[in-house]
């Protein structure tokens, strides 16, 4: 990846806040993809310990590595590698294509709007009445506002966001490519009590009687805090009453369904194609993995971490580590994989155990006979 | 939640189809989101048995319980709490911001169309040829409509939902935002027999001779029918031939999947995340909880429910109730899960089987001796 | 299915790429849907075992069938049934209403985008500075396409794709409706270990500290080479560094979730729901079937076969067949089911062999005591 322009190693150790070991007028244009490939000219970042195993195959003209790695290369060395990535690569990263402060002409923004400074909006872009965007804030091309809505200062809405009346949007928010805030959440009932919950009240007999759902409006909102990234095409749907509410910093990644009424905390990570149902509760700085389900009305703690695929079916405590579906703590789900692993064999025993016994019971009247002969013989 | 005026609890009774008990004067203006920390002036809903028990520590003006629940509160009870929930948000909802009737400056509608009466179009929508669009119809902004569509009366499309040429829906039909219908099944075929399909025949060796996926058109439609609701950034893919089709008064939440050729029965729901594969038929009324997966040609019986995070690969029957990966009678399902938590007790179990039985076994022989010498001795 | 036009068997024969057998001008002017409910005039496709039984039951004026079936009826018979399905849907394919070449009036092209010839530009199109677009290719209504992108020639990209700067697609690439390519990789990093990274390193007690995510710029890009289609609402994330790659060829379904720095291999099949988490890499003609998970910095071999509502946690060689989560070979995965099922009788057998063996120990004492007095009395 070629750098912007060309560093010098001790301006590469400043950004990366590092300790320069090395050369420090040794120069660097690029970043290798791979430190095995590397060629002179380049820099190579050998963070993992599996990588700096092999840091003698490495031709790059400079390495930046975490704490403790012997080689003989100009090297950075580092504390935290993945946040002197971080400020890597905000220093050097390219330019985006973005709308410049002012309003396109092809915007349409409600005259009862109230804009702050210098906020930016692109071409298509749609804003009902009586909403309000915070200084700095940033709306691509095609985003469709309803009314009402507020949303704070510094914000990135990249482009066909789509967010429905009411929605509240805190600070230095970003939303990426389409992600749709405040759709109504899905709630229904019947007139008389359907064949679902006929069956569930033990009534067998299905009826095949016009009995409609009817929808239950969802007049709440959605409220999401300072700080929080929401990802492409990620869904959160509104309160039936109340706000489905996002705390702040929470970072949620693309395709991910927030049912309505949940609340997620603070600092809180979700992972791909997640989905949490309605009225959950997850705690500040929990991390959920991906494809993982959360059914409705379930409360995680803080601190939790919910492996990738698993299903919550039940509440989670602070700090726990689950998996599986239905998820349990780890270690017993790993335990549970290994004895499966094992029923083959444990199958194959219990066959033994029994052609064994049935021999030592083929045996026994012999015993008995044994027994009531030597009584016999008494 | 602030009521937009105060009501009495006479007028609240009405509107729920409630009977009063206690004074009909009584005024709220807002309603308790957590009953146990109401004011006095709100209405309290307390409809789930869990909530119902602690009642003595409601402190609102006036509460709604189902039949049977004894408190001093002023009170309404209902018979089927949701619908009486259904019906006061209904009359009680904030006012939404939608596009007034008729068709907003920017939005392109070919001039080929044939538009109902009173029919809303919102801004940057654009409508391709010789589609049809009936009375009442609201269209927000930024949905993009193919040629050849048609939409019945009364519909609602929130922003940016993209419907595909032939196209069908009908009357009363909600699509929330960026809903997709129309856009291709997944279909491919290769000239010569593919790696996976020699694989399939038996023959293990894979060939890296050039023999690319060729697309089959997918030259079939969708059919909506009537009182659907459809969720954000659900995709309803056209079929192959024919028409994929969604049942009268069926409800998808959002981010679902039904494949090509795919029949959703009437009144099914359909909860998040949930892909319905090719070729598949649900019956009427079947629920299919969130983040499912149904493998393709899978026929799914009326009024059956499928729990959560389930993988249906084989045929279910009317009424049944199924659940796990692969879905089995969800009482199956338990005793499996049950079992599986045994294991380890029962490996421990099979383990002091072996032990005590090798005991016998090192006995067995002076047993035999014994009867031997028995024999012997007579 | 009404066909363009009337068609005779010889026709059919030649656009099915097959061989006729019977009358040459047998005339059909539709397709069945169903076989068994053909009539007179129309053309039934049996190309499934399962039909070709019944083909008796079939009143087409003539049917297409593999070889090796037996019928009086006019027929085409085909070798590869599907081949022959894309060829005549093909040719009876309807009009699809797509924009002319030219660029839409209200189309928003920045003037330093070099676009090529028969370029066909949509209305409300938005094209960002610097973009190349090739001969053909076809820009549906609402597309929002960042800069510095390139797009080859005769591609199709339906409304509401979303392309960021700097994604490189090439030639013949097909998008259906909201593809979302090139928004940010999902990555953070703490100033300080977070509790989870504390959690994993022993550490149990966490902290409440203020210590936010920070983003971790992402200023790769993606790669989508050669005749690749992508479904709706997917998601093809930018890499950190470098570029997610979807490779010549490969097709991917609705809702699919790559992350970043992934590459997907040629041919690759990936169906719908399915997300493949950062820095995996998936092999050339490798079969992904719905609803899977790919945990990240997997390798997938080529010609493998993930079966549905996987979780693929490790490495997968090269023609593997598995399934489950965690993915096991897939016989692997029957057996455990196998074995999982008969958990209940295997349970009641270890049960059946303790109460036997405590039988057979209540009795040794006794032969014991028949083994002593046996001794005694020598």
């Known amino acids: ?49 599996k990588l700096v195993k092999r840091i003698r195959d490495c031709k790059a003209s400079a390495v ?31 330019k985006r294509f973005r709308p410049e402060p002012g309003i396109h002409p092809t915007a349409l923004i409600d005259p009862t709007c109230r804009l702050g400074d210098n906020v930016a909006v692109g071409p298509y ?15 691509m091309a095609s985003c469709v506002i309803g009314g009402a809505v507020s949303i704070g200062q510094d914000c990135l809405l990249y482009p066909s966001c789509l967010i429905d009346d009411y929605v509240q949007i805190g600070n230095r928010v ?37 009995n409609p759902l009817i929808k239950i409006p969802q007049i709440g909102t959605v409220i999401v805090e300072d700080d ?28 991910v369904m927030i049912a309505h009424n949940t609340r997620i905390g603070r600092e809180v990570i979700i992972i791909a194609q997640t989905a949490v149902a309605g009225s959950c509760v997850v705690g500040d700085r929990t991390v959920i993995a991906g494809c993982t389900g ?12 919910i492996e990738g695929m698993s299903g919550v079916l039940k509440d989670i405590p602070d700090g726990a580590l689950v998996s599986g ?30 052609r ?16 009531q002969g030597d009584n016999a013989g008494n």
């Not at 749609?126 to 700095?136: E, K, L, W, Y």
């Open 174 to 210: 970003i939303l990426q490519q389409g992600a749709s805030l405040g759709s109504d959440g899905f709630g229904y009932v019947t007139e008389r009590p359907s064949n679902v919950e006929r069956r569930m009240a033990g009534v067998t007999e299905a009826s095949d009687e016009p």
């Open 1 to 49: 990846m070629k750098l912007p322009k060309e560093f010098s190693l001790a301006e590469i150790a400043a950004v990366a806040g590092g300790t320069l070991e090395g050369p420090a007028d040794t120069k660097v244009d690029s970043v290798a993809l791979d430190p095995f490939n590397a060629k002179s000219g380049e820099l190579a970042l050998l963070f993992d310990p």
């Open 325 to 354: 579906v239905p998820a349990v703590p780890a270690r017993e789900f790993f335990t549970q994989l290994a004895h499966i692993n094992k029923l083959p064999q444990m199958f194959k025993e219990v066959r033994e155990l029994k």
């Open 356 to 371: 064994k016994l049935a021999e030592l019971e083929s045996l026994l009247p012999e015993c008995q006979l044994v027994k």
């Open 125 to 139: 872009v749609v804003v009902g009445p009586q909403t309000v965007i915070g200084n700095n804030t940033v709306i």
């Open 64 to 94: 930046i590595v975490p704490k403790g790695v012997s080689t003989d290369l100009p090297k950075v060395v580092v504390e935290r590698p993945l946040l002197s990535l971080a400020r890597i690569l905000s220093a050097v990263k390219p």
């Open 294 to 305: 959360v059914k409705d009305h379930v409360k995680i703690g803080k601190d939790a971490i």
């Open 228 to 255: 929080v990234e929401i990802g492409s095409y990620t869904t959160v749907d509104r309160a039936t009453m109340g706000a489905t509410t996002i705390g702040k910093g929470a970072k949620i990644d693309n395709q």
